[in-house]
């Protein structure tokens, strides 16, 4: 199916270090987008990758797209305690959809 | 620029009642989709509209939930009767674009708890 498939499901880090978030999908794509679930702000689109795309950034996040092996990670460096927040893969594809997984519950400690 | 707001924030039903909920989209989005999320699990897409026509609404339970959004703009997402199961957030999002490659801004959710 198209649906993103995260790993792990829960990541637990010291304030200052780097996370790191796995997605899978299964079938070919147009792109992908991460998104951001806390429960101040809801959910939020951090970042989107296009099928051509190898790397892109934005601030502290580093995604990077692997399309021959279906995967994609999203990097977050030097993390702040408001990071702390589910995150979420939505691969895209013909159906110009999005399909979320279950999400990273990211917990980033004082 | 003024999010997508939706109404209310919480509502608590007995089951087999009915429930409606409200959704504003940000202004000029044509595309407007209605998410359910179950706790603990990521939102699944109950039904996309394009402007008020609607794109997709294959994973809409009909028998119990419908939707409109009239005149393009405003949606409501109505269950009735309610189910046990049917206890979640209900997520409304828009979106500029129905090519899948713009982002979607979503409002605050309605959870709904069915006792």
């Known amino acids: 199916s198209q649906q993103g498939e995260e790993d792990p499901q829960a990541l637990s880090i010291q304030e200052g270090e780097n996370a790191t978030m796995n997605c899978s999908y299964k079938?070919?794509?147009?792109?992908l987008q991460w998104y951001r679930q806390n429960s101040g702000r809801g959910l939020v689109h951090l970042i989107l990758?296009?099928?051509?795309?190898r790397e892109k950034h934005s601030g502290r996040l580093r995604v990077t797209l692997d399309t021959s092996k279906k995967s994609s990670s999203l990097l977050i460096t030097a993390s702040r305690a408001a990071d702390t927040a589910s995150y979420f893969c939505?691969?895209?594809?013909?159906?110009?959809?999005?399909?979320f997984g279950s999400g990273t519950q990211l917990t980033v400690l004082p | 620029e003024a999010g997508v707001a939706q109404s209310p924030r919480y509502k608590i039903i007995e089951k087999r009642q009915s429930v409606a909920f409200w959704c504003n989209p940000i202004?000029?989005?044509?595309?407007l989709y209605w998410y359910q999320q179950i706790l603990g699990q990521g939102p699944k897409l109950l039904i996309q509209?394009?402007?008020?026509?609607?794109?997709?609404d294959s994973q809409l339970p009909k028998d119990r939930f419908s939707a409109e959004r009239l005149k393009g703009v405003d949606s409501t997402l109505k269950i009735q009767p309610a189910k046990l199961e049917d206890s979640a957030v209900y997520l409304c999002?828009?979106?500029?674009?129905?090519?899948?490659?713009?982002?979607?801004?979503f409002g605050p959710g309605t959870r709904l708890t069915v006792t």
């Open positions: 202004s000029g989005h044509a595309t």
């Open positions: 990758i296009r099928s051509n795309e």
């Open positions: 999002a828009s979106s500029s674009s129905d090519r899948g490659d713009y982002e979607q801004y």
């Open positions: 079938t070919s794509i147009n792109n």
């Open positions: 939505a691969p895209s594809g013909s159906a110009r959809q999005l399909t």
């Open positions: 509209f394009q402007n008020n026509g609607v794109v997709d």
